[in-house]
T-cell receptor, first 112, second 113 residues
Framework: DTEVTQTPKHLVMGMTNKKSLKCEQHMGHRAMYWYKQKAKKPPELMFVYSYEKLSINESVPSRFSPECPNSSLLNLHLHALQPEDSALYLC???????????FGSGTRLTVV | DQQVKQNSPSLSVQEGRISILNCDYTNSMFDYFLWYKKYPAEGPTFLISISSIKDKNEDGRFTVFLNKSAKHLSLHIVPSQPGDSAVYFCAASARNAGNMLTFGGGTRLMVKP
């Protein structure tokens, strides 16, 4: 298995909703990442988990809450989002630095 | 301040010709460089990488060149195919930044049949 699987592929949520994005990999990668990508912009790093511990939080608002239940799973819990949070949310994993990350296909999030 | 820049937002090339995508960086601590290809509504796909100890890396139709003194790298695709049409992101990482990637803004490549 050489894939990073993200669910759902599309999500529409209201500003008062609570939802979660899920990411799964079975490549034995020990680092996992959440990126946010707005249209015509590069991916921007949000969170990094290394060995299931949060190692980097790039000043992301608290309405985004990451969780790493085990080495294969990464969640992003969403609550009270704003319309400007609408974007493609990408999960990635890597075995070690220097080798290309493997990205998931992303979740297209629309906040209404 | 953007540390990785792709100054051409788009590039159009005829099928069979060479595509050259350029990338400049400012952080002299970057020591590993990668190119990703991205189709709409999909995640980026790793293409090719190069370490700062090399100046060229080749993989099939794709070659990456690194000019450290100019802080410039380029991706050459020869011959270009219509299926290569996508957005290409240059990315860089630094030893002292762990495993973090800094992405350029991307270049949209269109290969015309």
């Amino acid at each position: 298995d050489t894939e990073v699987t993200q669910t759902p592929k599309h999500l529409v949520m209201g500003m008062t909703n609570k939802k979660s994005l899920k990411c799964e990999q079975h490549m034995g990668h020990r680092a996992m990442y959440w990126y946010k990508q707005k249209a015509k912009k590069p991916p921007e790093l949000m969170f990094v988990y290394s060995y299931e511990k949060l190692s980097i939080n790039e000043s992301v608002p608290s309405r985004f809450s990451p969780e790493c239940p085990n080495s294969s799973l990464l969640n992003l819990h969403l609550h009270a989002l704003q319309p400007e949070d609408s974007a493609l949310y990408l999960c990635a994993s890597s075995q070690e630095r220097g080798y290309g990350y493997t990205f998931g296909s992303g979740t297209r999030l629309t906040v209404v | 301040d953007q540390q990785v820049k792709q100054n051409s937002p788009s590039l159009s090339v005829q099928e069979g010709r060479i595509s050259i995508l350029n990338c400049d960086y400012t952080n002299s601590m970057f020591d590993y460089f990668l190119w990703y290809k991205k189709y709409p509504a999909e995640g980026p796909t790793f293409l090719i990488s190069i370490s700062s100890i090399k100046d060229k890396n080749e993989d099939g139709r794709f070659t990456v060149f690194l000019n450290k003194s100019a802080k410039h790298l380029s991706l050459h695709i020869v011959p270009s195919q219509p299926g290569d049409s996508a957005v290409y992101f240059c990315a860089a990482s630094a030893r002292n930044a762990g495993n973090m990637l800094t992405f350029g803004g991307g270049t949209r490549l269109m290969v015309k049949p």
